[in-house]
């Protein structure tokens, strides 16, 4: 059994920067690949980035490549979303989930997300 915890979600003004972390709880936290999700209201909820167990291969969506770096530090059993030059369109509550390793993955646990709101 995995329990991830959100946090760092605030409102920022466009342009601003955020940290998201992931405390997750479990074993199996250092074997697996992890990442993160968001939803904006009336939208599916949408890949964001994913990172392997060890730390060394990272995925982004097109959206937030060169903007949002995806870490880990599996010492502390955390995963970071590291989120730079905000937009308006990236407000949405944010999630963290895992098993993931790629876009495509369809993780069986997931926190209770972590509200961003981008706005002047």
């Known amino acids: 059994q995995v329990q991830l915890v959100e946090s760092g979600g605030g409102l920022v003004q466009p342009g601003g920067s955020l940290r998201l972390s992931c405390a997750a709880s479990?074993?199996?936290?250092?074997?697996?690949?992890m990442g993160w999700f968001r939803q904006a209201p009336g939208k599916e909820r949408e890949f964001v980035a994913a990172?392997?167990?060890?730390?060394?291969?990272?995925y982004r969506a097109d959206s937030v490549k060169g903007r949002f770096t995806i870490s880990r530090d599996n010492a502390k059993n955390t995963v970071y979303l590291q989120m730079n030059s905000l937009k308006p369109e990236d407000t949405a509550v944010y999630y963290c989930?895992?098993?993931?390793?790629?876009?495509?993955?369809?993780?069986?646990?997931w926190g209770q997300g972590t509200q961003v709101t981008v706005s002047s």
């Open positions: 989930a895992g098993p993931c390793s790629t876009q495509m993955c369809s993780p069986t646990y």
């Open positions: 990172i392997s167990w060890s730390g060394g291969s990272t």
């Open positions: 479990g074993r199996t936290f250092s074997r697996s690949a």
